[in-house]
């Protein structure tokens, strides 16, 4: 589990090209083992990508070789998982074998699909699909979000154990939507937000840190977000909830990856090191967070224009 010490892989685009797909978000909760990925969404992401490079050859050898460190970290960490023989355990196999072959066409490099296997799992663990995700979610609100005057906020709760965590995640998403209607009915304040659900674990506590990171368009809409939800959550600390104006690279710092795979921990000496989240506890996570669309548009979010 060692390599997982720097699974960060940046998807480098520019702004406005067109890499979106609507059959690829569809699998974006795919669970389903047996679900043939949506044809020419992932696929068309990953030509987009030989094809970014200076020259074609350099380029698409570049690409390969972030795959290929993206595929060098997935494979242990989904065999780990599937290891566990939990409920997901088919769903983890999908990931060893995620864009297991490639076919080449022409200048064009993509996932071979025939046959069934080799194609793209779309699972949110895999950081071979992550990569494709969180270029795809940028390229669709990072333009809306330019025009905003952007308040990041971070919204808490009290951590929860294992057993608690799916219950938890349920009544934050209520509690969001409760805050909102009562923003925009009651407090009569225009309320424009991109949401984004996280999830950490704490190894000394052993216990689970779900929160939101939201990102609020203008300033009173955020600061009635956070009064709305420490109404709903009289018992979450109130300094623990926060915000701040959105600097350069806020949409981008929030589709990184939903759960973070290293975790920061203090040491007793008071040193910080970075340690690998066990898998017994992404199981946790990621098994809460089954079937839910984790980044969400709030109201006033439409996609780019060709952003489709
Ligand atoms: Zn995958």
Known sequence: MAPLAAP?????????????????RASEGNQ??????????????????QKAGPSTATGAA??????ARSKFFSVPLATSLAELRGPLEKSYRNTIYCAHRLVQEGDQLRADVAGGAGGYCGNRWCLV?????????????????EGWRGYMVTLTIPNVGA????????????????????????????????????????????????HFHVIVDGEAGARALVRRWLEA??????????????????????????????????TK???????????????VIFRAMRGRRVGAPQT????????R
Not at 32 to 49: H, M, N, V
Not at 129 to 145: E, F, G, K
């Open 8 to 24: 960060r892989t940046r998807a480098r685009r520019p702004a406005g090209q067109n890499v979106g797909g609507r059959g690829a």
């Open 129 to 145: 699909c992550s990569r494709v995700r969180i270029a795809r979610a940028i390229t669709r609100y990072a333009p809306a979000i």
């Open 163 to 210: 057993a608690e965590l799916p219950g938890a995640i349920e009544g934050m998403h209520r509690a969001f939507t409760a805050a909102k209607r009562a923003i925009k009915r009651t407090d009569r304040i225009t309320f424009r937000a991109l949401r984004k659900l996280e999830c950490t674990h704490n190894q000394v506590r052993g216990d689970f840190h779900p």
């Open 233 to 266: 959550y009289p018992e979450a600390v109130a300094a623990a909830q926060d915000v701040r104006p959105c600097g350069a690279g806020s949409a981008k710092e929030l589709f990184k990856y939903f759960t973070k795979l290293v975790t920061k921990v203090q």
């Open 300 to 307: 006033g979010m439409h996609a780019q224009p060709g952003a």
């Open 269 to 283: 000496g008071g040193a910080v090191i970075s340690r690998v989240t066990p898998p017994e506890a992404l199981d």
């Open 32 to 49: 389903g083992p047996e679900r043939a990925p949506a044809k020419g969404s992932l696929d068309t992401l990953a030509q987009l990508d």
């Open 62 to 67: 570049a690409k390969l070789q972030k795959r």
